[in-house]
């Protein structure tokens, strides 16, 4: 196992048992040390070597020199009219993303990011105007969770009416282009010891990383989920771009092979609805052709668009959405309609883009109109 330097501080977090192990090794420590800092770290969820009460003194005071504990840091945090949280996070290199949390009756599922920014470019999604910038470390991704969960006073794990019950990674970024801190966060995220949240209550969902599908489902297992959006690969070139290297037929194959799937636990299509562009009756029927030909376990989540600036894509009408589900239903198929929240904070599906981005492109816009102003009247 390769060995962890300790000549810089070490971030604790996002290490996986072998590297806490080894890392506590490095400077003199025994293995059991490890299996107390992980539930300091994962369990209890501890900021400070302080706080570890279990530990000796002259250890607290020596794991300083070496570690810390980050967590990103909270720039903003916003709460929906609807009750949807949104956090606005730095990271140690001065990136921001964005992660939410969107509460249920008895429940929540937060929403993580896994890239700064995003390559994919879908034309309907705010986050894909966004340039990417790089991967997330696993610190990073499961500094997320730790972060929401300071937030909602949710340690130790396993706390009672906590909101954090499901994890979905669906926020800025593609994870399966950030496959190996995925996995490692994921592990983390999911030890039954730690934060302790079951791979049936995780879904990671990709708009068709096709290489990648069949070892998310063998290495991670955890459900998932696509971004499909249209049934013709001439539409989905344009929405979802990366289907001109992955096709629809290469895509649906993936899907109908992905390790673990089955009626008990279907796949899940998302479908974003777009006026006069794909919901049709006849997509509806062939959305359902697709998934019979291919023979996928499948459910379907249909999202009303969402809007953000500068876009010139429309929401389906409350008719349109409505019969495209039904004809689903009477088909056979689950396919219910997403109500959307965190619409006023910018927190719904498709419109996370983080506020420093945001504001970079407003003070363009006001030194481009500035420009036009000030610039002498064209001769006559």
């Not at 986050?127 to 997330?136: A, D, E, K, M, S």
């Amino acid at each position: 196992m390769r060995a962890i330097m300790t000549t810089a501080r070490t971030n604790l977090i996002g290490l996986t048992r072998e590297e806490l192990t080894e890392a506590l090794a490095a400077i003199g420590e025994k293995p059991f040390r490890a299996k107390q800092l992980w539930h300091w770290l994962y369990h209890q969820g501890a900021k400070s070597f302080d706080d570890m009460t279990t530990l000796s003194k002259s250890m607290r005071e020596k794991l300083p020199e070496h570690f810390y504990v980050g967590r990103p840091e909270v720039v903003q945090h916003l709460t929906s009219v609807d009750g949807t949280q949104k956090w606005l996070f730095r990271l140690e290199d001065g990136n921001e993303i964005e992660a939410v949390l969107i509460p249920e009756e008895d429940r929540g599922a937060l929403c993580i990011s896994s890239q700064v920014g995003c390559s994919l470019n879908c034309a309907f999604c705010n986050t894909g105007t966004q340039r990417i910038v790089r991967n997330l470390t696993a610190a990073e991704l499961v500094g997320q969770v730790m972060a929401a969960r300071d937030s909602q006073g949710e340690w130790p794990s396993g706390l009672d009416g906590r909101k954090i019950v499901n994890i979905v990674l669906m926020g800025m970024g593609e994870p399966l282009m950030n496959f190996d801190n995925v996995k490692k966060a994921l592990k983390i995220i999911k030890d039954g010891e730690g934060i302790a949240i079951s791979r049936r209550r995780i879904t990671l969902s990709t708009s068709g990383v096709v290489p990648m599908m069949a070892r998310a489902g063998e290495e991670i297992d955890v459900d998932l989920a696509i971004s499909l959006h249209a049934v013709r690969d001439e539409l989905r070139d344009v929405l979802v771009p990366i289907n001109k290297k992955y096709p629809l037929d290469s895509l649906l194959k993936a899907c109908a092979a992905y390790p673990g799937a089955r009626n008990s636990r279907r796949i899940t299509m998302e479908y974003v609805m777009l006026k006069d562009v794909n919901d049709s009756e006849a997509d509806a029927h062939l959305l359902a052709k697709l998934m019979r030909q291919y023979d996928i376990p499948a459910k379907f989540n249909l999202i009303p668009f969402n809007p953000w600036p500068g876009t010139s894509y429309e929401t389906s009408s409350n008719n349109a959405v409505h019969r495209f589900s039904k004809i689903l239903n009477d088909l056979g198929f689950s396919a219910p309609i997403r109500h959307p929240r965190g619409r006023d904070i910018m927190a719904a599906c498709g419109q996370l883009k983080s506020a420093s981005e945001n504001q970079k492109l407003k003070d363009l816009a006001a030194k481009r109109e500035a420009a036009l102003d000030s610039a002498p009247a064209p001769s006559i």
